[in-house]
């Protein structure tokens, strides 16, 4: 799929305002400093903020109307998978037109155990090395929805959930950090002109899915006091050690290797355990392809044996630290129901987790009293419903945002393609369709 929309995307256009000099990545920049008095700060309190300038990477050969009237960003206080006082950062848009009544916290699938590949730094123009933007690599699918939901009028914030030591795949870490950007985002916003009482919600796919569905069943003991509209998420990953034999061998097989570093940088023991378990000569390459952005994890370790890099192989991932950290910060469903609305859909193709995992997901949180509106789409895979699905997910927020009530308890409804309406199309707007229709080879 990243091929087909490779050939009607380009980069860098100017978005409201002229080209601004090269940034400072976060492992470099003062500004994520985090202080050393973060236990003194409330969770989703403001630490420091800045205005960047408005402009973003984006889609300049569908010359994209995209309307970015100024870009905020906040280093809060969060809390990681150990229950310790962290900071991270947020980033929020306000586009030209804007309503300030709607708000998306959109988070983006940006799967690294890099700090340098987080949106606060991959979602701004001329970024020295442009994560999972950069040209030659993965166009990052996240772009044309945001693009949409800001030509929608609506404000936009997106999460640097992973934290500063880029915990990719630690759920409780994820989690913590969207729902305490929302606070501080709601805290602050209303000073640059959001309103003070926004209709709010959050959306995600894949590696943005793990972290808005985790902060969704930690919300009500976490921040009960968030009232989100709605929660939208595609492509999920309730069990990462389902995910990491699902993806052996294969074409993601390189999120395996980041996956479970992002997880030892959340837990010291896990960090133990690698030092102990890998194999010395293959370490190097291992750490390689681990700290990689997105698509350098992906291509590096396209169709690697992950196991091998293990002095047991595969039963190294039995052992009681791996096996007790990805049940606690790595299977969603244990630590707590969604009381927000949730959309959620998957293809039942998917190749990174399997359909089957998301349904028993859903089932559970329906039977504890969850309100879900499931979609499984019967064509294509993970990457073709990142596109397909989130066509319907607008639909559903857009729904949400203007105060459409949702019924109550749960409906399942398998899909199509086919599915997507009219409406859906005019929300997304032409080019956004078009992408659908390239990337989807004519089958709408």
Not at 87 to 103: F, R
Not at 115 to 131: E, Q
Not at 167 to 174: D, H, I
Request: with cysteine.
């Amino acid at each position: 799929m990243a091929a087909a929309i490779l050939t009607v995307i380009s980069f860098f256009i100017l978005l409201c305002a002229a080209f601004a000099p090269s940034i400072t990545p976060p492992s470099q920049d003062p500004w994520y400093d985090q202080p050393s008095n973060i236990s003194d700060y409330a969770a989703g309190e403001l630490i420091r903020s800045r205005s960047v300038p408005p402009q973003l990477v984006s889609l300049s050969s569908l010359q994209v109307n995209v309307s970015v009237k100024a870009v905020y960003q906040y280093l809060f206080r969060t809390t990681d998978g150990l229950g310790d006082a962290v900071a991270s950062a947020v980033t929020l848009i306000e586009p030209c037109n804007s309503d300030p009544s709607k708000l998306v916290g959109y988070q983006a699938f940006y799967d690294s155990a890099n700090v340098d590949c987080s949106p606060s730094y991959t979602l701004r123009a001329d970024n020295k090395n442009l994560g999972f933007f950069s040209s030659g690599q993965n166009v990052s699918e996240d772009i044309p929805f945001i693009a949409a939901a800001l030509n929608l009028g609506w404000w936009v914030f997106s999460t640097d959930y992973e934290g500063l030591k880029a915990e990719f795949t630690a759920g409780l870490q994820s989690g913590h950090a969207v729902l305490d950007s929302t606070r501080v985002v709601l805290d602050e916003g209303p000073s640059v002109g959001l309103s003070g009482n926004p209709q709010y919600v959050l959306w995600g796919y894949s590696g943005g899915a793990l972290a808005s569905t985790w902060a969704a069943e930690l919300q009500p003991s976490y921040a009960p006091e968030l009232k989100y509209a709605g929660v939208a998420v595609g492509g999920t990953t309730p069990n990462i050690s389902a995910v990491l034999q699902t993806i052996n061998n294969g074409s993601h097989a390189g999120l395996a290797f980041s996956g479970i570093y992002g997880q030892s940088k959340a837990f010291p023991n896990l960090t133990e355990w690698l030092d102990a378990n890998l194999i010395s000569s293959k370490s190097a390459q291992f750490y390689s392809i681990a700290s990689g952005c997105l698509s350098q994890a992906a291509s590096e370790g396209n169709g690697q044996d992950f196991y091998t890099y293990f002095k047991d192989g595969e039963a190294s991932l039995y052992e009681a630290a791996p096996r007790s950290i990805f049940q606690w910060s790595g299977q969603m469903g244990i630590h707590g129901t969604p009381t927000a609305p949730l959309f959620v859909y998957k293809a039942t193709g998917d190749e990174i987790s399997a359909v089957a995992d998301t349904d028993a997901l859903v089932e559970k949180y329906c039977a504890a009293g969850a309100r879900i509106e499931y979609h499984r789409d019967l064509v294509g895979n993970h990457e073709t419903e990142a596109i397909s699905g989130s066509a319907s997910a607008l639909e559903w927020i857009s729904d949400r945002l203007n105060g459409k009530a949702v019924s109550s308890g749960c409906s399942t409804k398998n899909v199509s393609l086919s599915s997507l309406s009219n409406e859906t199309a005019a929300l997304l707007g032409e080019e956004m369709f078009t992408i659908l229709e390239t990337d989807l080879g004519g089958m709408l």
